[in-house]
């Protein structure tokens, strides 16, 4: 009996850890909902905080193009004749193109409510995708650090292509997680919303391709492990033809969707094809700011973007990338160590380690991707947004592996780490908070935040700070006027997009080009835009002491003149 006593102590420790850990998955999907929802409602709360970012007019004027298609029985077809944008797809633009038609707000502010909208649909995403990889205190941890990772949730807002692509594809990969488990006969409802997720990402851009060598992968995985429990050469080809089967409806369904918001790319077959050749090598003549050093998009050195990830993933994020990574190095050295297959095909946490497996690849292979072969990249890690879901997801892996392990370890140190976990959470959410609502100009500690990284990389560039500035200058004219009427027209310059200041201006201020009437002049600090031009400096929109946008009074400069 004594022999037996520690085995049945260990037994019912494991039934009670069981036990908790049931009871608390159900408070984690509770805060999970609340959490959702809060941030739904602070999304209404502040979309007008939001500025009109440099591609938002041309992408407006796109989606209204898109409509015009539709509405004219595919008459109108200036929008695939418009810029280079019919090489994208149109889904978030044609939708915001409808919603305007009803909108009590303006255009641009209703495109922004739809982004912060769409992009709490990219959180619920995140939380399902973790939910099925480690069970309700993964799936919030990966909510959590998804909605704090500030290159995430301020790209939504104002971001039409970067942000909505980053939403659907980590839909796509929760589908394509719970149809790995049902393989090689996923039931049609769950084959149906595989396409759909799919359909709407490749409407959006076409690098949503990356979904077909995924889903190779997941076939492939799941029947290698099936040939290693069965040794089954047969089983594993009638498999494969029964996969093939069964998900090609889905392939039809994600094809059919693409269509619909993507009419170019199936004016022909080979339409998707040239835009992912066009998109690789993007022939744009612009400059971009990387470690202190300005290069053309078109020839980024390799570790362009492992260094903005570096620097813009906050830093709990990158802890739990770190441990996950250690943790997974770790598992597959005991298994050679013990001489077991990586794949087994045995044991009930084998389709999860798929799975887990999935969502890392889709997390690091476009790094791997733009290491070995630089396509064009600018403007930090805004292509490349659709990344940093899954790697929130495997990071939030990570730290709950390490929270499991502690409690294993000695169950007085769990209490502490969720302590120490949930300061360090708040204390990225004061930043955020701090910097909003210019949350995409966020830096961690490793550049010494934005203010470190102030010369060394890219802050606003795409002038959301403008709005501030445009605001402050109309309350600077409102308050030297005083109590009396203003009947004068204030001339007004713009280093940056015009749209992004003029669209916010008041009766009494009119854009101008011509600098040498300017009254004032509007500029953000991208490229050192306002260093180029005179003016008396009277505003600085800055965040941590970086000024992102100013305003430059010019009148003693035309009176100079005089």
């Known amino acids: ?33 609340i959490t959702l929802l809060v941030v739904a409602v602070l999304v209404i709360l502040t979309f007008e905080d939001y500025g009109i970012t440099n591609d938002e007019e041309v992408q407006n004027i796109y989606g ?66 973790g939910r099925v990889l480690g069970g309700p205190r993964v799936g919030f941890l990966s909510l959590l650090l ?25 839909w796509a990969l929760y589908y394509l997680c719970r149809t790995v488990t049902r393989l090689p006969r996923p039931p049609l409802r769950l084959v149906v919303k595989f396409g759909l997720a799919a359909g709407l990402a490749l409407g959006i851009r076409v690098a949503a391709v990356l979904i077909l060598p995924y889903l190779a992968l997941a076939v492939t995985l799941v029947l290698m492990a099936e040939w290693r429990r069965t040794a089954d050469i047969d089983m594993v080809y009638s498999h494969l033809g029964s996969s093939v089967r069964r998900l090609l409806p889905g392939a039809a369904i994600a094809y059919l969707v693409m269509g619909l918001f993507w009419p170019w790319g199936v004016m022909s077959p080979f339409n998707p094809f040239q835009a992912l050749r066009d998109f690789s090598k993007l022939p744009i003549n612009i400059d971009t700011l990387v470690g202190g050093i300005w290069v053309k998009a078109t020839q980024v050195p390799s570790e362009y973007l492992p260094d903005y990830l ?48 999935l969502v890392a690849v889709a997390a690091f292979f476009p790094v791997v991707y733009h290491i070995f072969f630089t396509p064009t990249a600018y403007n930090g890690i805004r292509h490349f947004l659709f990344v940093v879901p899954p790697m929130a997801i495997i990071a939030a892996v990570g730290v709950d592996n390490l929270w499991t392990w502690l409690g294993k370890a000695n169950g007085r140190l769990e209490r502490p780490f969720a302590a120490v976990l949930t300061m360090v959470l708040v204390g990225q959410a004061w930043i955020m908070g701090q910097l909003h609502p210019d949350e995409y100009v966020y830096y961690n500690m490793f550049t010494g935040g934005v203010k470190g990284a102030a010369g060394a990389y890219e802050l606003d560039y795409w002038g959301n700070s403008l709005l501030e500035a445009t605001k402050d200058l109309a309350e600077f004219i409102a308050m030297e006027n005083g109590d009396k009427p203003i009947t004068k027209t204030y001339k007004v310059a713009v280093c940056g997009h015009r749209l992004s200041a003029a669209y916010y201006f008041p009766d009494y201020m009119e854009f101008t080009k011509k600098l040498e009437e300017a009254d004032f002049l509007v500029a953000f600090t991208q490229a050192n835009c306002h260093r180029h031009f005179e003016g008396r400096q009277i505003i600085s929109v800055e965040r941590f002491g970086v000024a992102l946008s100013v305003v430059k009074d010019r009148r003693y400069l035309k009176n100079r003149g005089k």
Request: net charge neutral.
């Open 64 to 129: 209204i193009k898109l409509l015009s298609f539709y509405t004219s029985y595919f008459r109108d077809t200036s929008a695939f004749e418009y810029i280079d944008l019919f090489r994208y797809g149109g889904f978030f633009d044609l939708l915001a193109a409808i919603l305007n038609l009803v909108s009590p707000f303006g255009e641009y502010e209703t495109r922004h409510l739809l982004g912060g909208l769409v992009g709490v649909v990219g959180l619920a995403g995140a939380w399902r995708v």
């Open 1 to 33: 009996m004594n022999a037996l006593a520690p085995v049945e102590q260990e037994a019912a420790a494991a039934a009670g850890r069981q036990e908790r850990r049931r009871r608390w998955g159900a408070v984690f999907d509770d805060l999970s909902l």
């Open 310 to 357: 570096l620097v813009n993933l906050p830093e709990v994020v990158l802890f739990g990338l770190l441990a996950a990574i250690i943790q997974g190095a770790l598992w597959t050295i005991r298994r050679l160590r013990d001489n077991r297959r990586l794949l087994s095909g045995e044991g009930p946490g084998e389709m999860q380690r798929i799975q887990c497996l």
């Open 146 to 170: 998804l909605l704090l990772t500030p290159a995430y949730y301020g790209h939504s807002f104002n971001n039409p292509k970067d942000g909505p692509f980053a939403a659907s594809m980590v």
